[in-house]
């Protein structure tokens, strides 16, 4: 462990000297990657000199108890060793979890996709229900939603609603969210009180910035149209929505949430380049998966993940064997619980991993 904080305090050393550069200053992409690391490295090194002090109180400890000339400074000496023997594997386990190589995409901002999947007006209605689940989720977090797309279901909710949401570490928590969500319920519609099984499908990206995506302008066909839906006569009459195609791979992205042409121009950008990185992404999680079994797998959208029973009031988490019965709680927003579990169930299986390395 001490050899390893040591590469970690010399790396720490190099990063500080560097992100003070000239040259790396005016280079955005190098000073974000650095500035991040930086930030990394800064906790393990901090909690690596709580360590080192710890385990040299045990050391001195022991000293002061072997040598037994002052009867007081040994009785001391026995309080500081208990101390110190129960704080050293509490530290360790913290060292050895920070010490786990982080992925470089969770400090990202995330795009949610919900769509509705089989089960009709019911699964549209559910997709609703799923984003003001998140929305309500992402309030309580103090991050930011906003709203990129949707297009509303005949009976309420949607048929795909794509929105972002901004803050910390957000895609690191979210990311757990990707899959098939399914919902057991009696619709609204269904006269003799049958319990009927809608789904929805969610995907979280984590978004693009700028210089994460070589986008060339002149791979991308822009068209404008009227918007559709609610929105009053100057959204309906106007020229303002607009859809990009990336004409190299066919992805298109639209916006039509925005009044403003200019506003819909830049929030299909987002999303545009959201996409396009997510398919070298997926290499990328699909070579990872290949590596190791792992819980948030190369986007396998046909997996399901949390089924949602309004009976019973249940929600069951298929993918760590996880059932709670505070379903009310969960569908406004308290997933919170559900996705610390899956948080642990991750780590511990990137910890066995990483052991054999410290």
């Not at 690191?172 to 519609?189: I, L, Y």
């Not at 210089?211 to 791979?219: A, E, Q, R, T, V």
């Not at 993940?305 to 709670?324: D, S």
Request: a negative charge; glycine letters at 6%; aromatic letters at 6%.
């Amino acid at each position: 462990m001490i050899d390893k904080l040591r590469i970690v305090k010399q790396r720490f050393d190099e990063v500080s000297d560097l992100i003070i550069q000239p040259d790396i200053v005016t280079d955005q992409k190098r000073y974000v990657q650095l500035n991040k690391e930086y930030k990394d490295l800064k906790q393990i090194v901090d909690l690596g000199a709580v360590y080192e002090e710890v385990l040299a109180n045990r050391d001195e400890a022991k000293e002061i108890i072997s040598d037994g000339s002052d009867a007081e400074m040994v009785e001391m000496a026995k309080m500081e060793l208990d101390e110190a023997q129960e704080r050293i594997p509490q530290l360790e386990d913290e060292l050895k979890m920070l010490l786990i190589p982080k992925d470089p995409e969770d400090a990202k901002n995330v795009i949610v996709e919900i769509r509705a999947g089989t089960g009709g007006d019911e699964a549209s209605i559910f997709a609703g229900d799923l984003y003001r689940m998140y929305t309500k989720f992402a309030s309580d977090k103090g991050w930011k939603v906003e709203l990129e797309d949707f297009s509303e279901g005949s009976s309420g909710g949607f048929k795909e609603i794509i929105f972002s949401i901004s803050g910390e570490e957000v895609y690191g928590t979210m990311k757990f969210e990707s899959g098939v969500h399914r919902v057991q319920r009696v619709p609204q519609t269904e006269t003799q009180g049958r319990v009927h099984t809608s789904a929805a499908t969610v995907m979280v990206l984590p978004e693009a910035e700028e210089f994460d995506i070589d986008l060339k302008m002149s791979d991308v066909r822009i068209d404008y149209f009227c918007a559709s839906g609610p929105g009053g006569q100057s959204v309906n009459t106007t020229y303002s929505a607009v859809r990009l195609t990336h004409e190299p791979t066919g992805i298109v992205a639209q916006c039509q949430d925005q009044k403003s042409q200019h506003k819909n121009k830049d929030k299909a950008f987002k999303v545009l380049r959201t996409r396009i990185y997510e398919k070298e992404l997926e290499k990328k999680l699909a070579e990872d998966a290949a590596k190791r079994k792992t819980l948030v797998s190369s986007g396998d959208r046909s997996a399901k993940v949390r089924t949602y029973n309004y009976p019973q009031g249940r929600v069951t988490e298929h993918r760590i064997g996880l059932t709670l019965y505070d379903l009310s709680s969960i569908i406004n927003g308290d997933i919170g619980k559900i996705i610390e579990e899956l948080k642990l169930a991750e780590n511990a299986e990137k910890l066995k991993e990483a052991e054999a390395d410290l």
